[in-house]
């Protein structure tokens, strides 16, 4: 069992910055050991990974948020700071937990519920 809560989006203008938060809680600390990650779903799109960190510290990044984006960890939260936001990453961002990245590709494992990230001018 793995509760998730997402915070941190809201609008902003390109060039903007924002830093999402990922606040979850398990039974034994099991989402100590799990791949959490921050994926988007933009209307019309199919849902994507933005960034993912293991539990052993090992990230990966889409294309698009390398050099912008920057996701961290502690023991039961996960980061997302996002620089230099741009039109085209607006989306609901949502956190998912699982034993793999591979889990949350597929869109299993445990999700939060969304935030809004809306960049416009």
């Known amino acids: 069992q793995v509760r998730l809560a997402e915070s941190g989006g809201g609008s902003v203008q390109p060039g903007g910055s924002l830093r999402l938060s990922c606040a979850a809680s398990?039974?034994?600390?099991?989402?100590?050991?799990?791949?959490m990650g921050w994926y988007r779903q933009a209307p019309g799109k199919q849902r994507e990974l933005v960034a993912a960190?293991?539990?052993?510290?090992t990230t990966d990044y889409a294309d698009s948020a390398k050099g912008r984006f920057t996701i961290s960890r502690d023991r039961n939260t996960v980061y997302l700071q996002m620089n230099n936001l741009k039109p085209e990453d607006t989306a609901v961002y949502y956190c998912?937990?699982?034993?793999?990245?591979?889990?949350?590709?597929?869109?299993?494992?445990?999700w939060g519920q969304g935030t809004q990230v809306t960049v416009s001018s």
């Open positions: 998912g937990a699982a034993i793999t990245i591979a889990i949350l590709n597929q869109g299993f494992g445990s």
């Open positions: 398990s039974f034994n600390n099991i989402v100590n050991l799990r791949t």
């Open positions: 960190v293991s539990g052993g510290g």
